[in-house]
């Protein structure tokens, strides 16, 4: 808004004058992340074939899984540089039901999962982003941890989600780099075991937007606890 005093309409114009700037750059910045993942695919296939063609099998599943490992890098960064949700318009949901969802999928599927909290909390957010961010802490925990505690629990001002595991957690000195973009701790860096470290970079972006912080600390059985706070108006 660029009304008021001069000064005031001078500086609210100086600002937003940098804010599109700001956005300009950020999108010119993904465009250019998105266009070289998508075209990385080319030579990659390329090489996919010839590999094929190495006698070595042992040389050649090496550079396969090289090669597959590359390629989901590039879907991953592609999804992330493409961030589909961030057009996705706020709703009325039901965050408790959508953890303890989440929560008794993974458990179909094998984990040892367990949900305690209320039954219905009503939150207004981006569904899908909210799921893609929970569902990645709780594959996380399971990956990592073992299993995946989940706590539901709000008051007047704040929702709060716990996912506790088993695990290690992730040491001190890492903590503040692991929302960075294709981070991993150490225990993370193969294929077996680790992705291409956008998991908590997508939670962190998800949960910043959504005006909330992601911490970090132990539980109280002694394993990792990764905390989620939103604000709850």
């Known amino acids: 808004n660029e009304e008021g005093p001069r000064e005031v309409r001078r500086a609210a114009r100086s600002f937003n004058n940098m804010q599109s700037r700001l956005k300009a750059f950020i999108e010119d910045r993904t465009y250019m992340l998105a266009a070289i993942s998508h075209d990385l695919r080319t030579p990659i296939t390329r090489l996919r074939l010839r590999a094929e063609l190495i006698e070595d099998e042992e040389q050649q599943k090496k550079i396969l899984d090289d090669l597959a490992q590359m390629e989901d890098m590039i879907v991953a960064t592609l999804a992330f540089a493409r961030d589909e949700t961030a057009s996705e318009a706020d709703i009325r949901l039901d965050l408790a039901a959508m953890v303890q ?8 599927s094998g984990a040892q999962t367990s949900y305690a909290g209320p039954d219905k909390l009503a939150f207004t957010g981006r569904p899908v982003a909210l799921m893609r961010a929970f569902q990645n802490l709780i594959d996380n ?20 989600v716990h996912i506790d595991d088993a695990g290690p957690g992730i040491p001190e000195a890492e903590r ?16 077996e075991t680790g992705g291409v470290g956008l998991g908590l970079a997508v939670v962190r972006s998800v ?3 959504h005006g909330g912080d992601v911490s970090f600390g132990a539980d109280e059985k002694g394993g990792f606890r ?8």
């Open 176 to 191: 503040a780099r692991v929302f960075d973009p294709f981070y991993r701790v150490e225990g993370s860096r193969n294929r």
């Open 226 to 233: 990764i905390t989620v706070t939103l604000p709850n108006p």
């Open 141 to 160: 925990a399971i990956k990592y941890g073992g299993r995946a505690d989940l706590t539901v629990a709000q008051d007047d001002t704040t929702v709060t």
């Open 207 to 209: 949960i910043s937007a």
């Open 101 to 108: 969802s989440l929560a008794d999928d993974a458990a179909d």
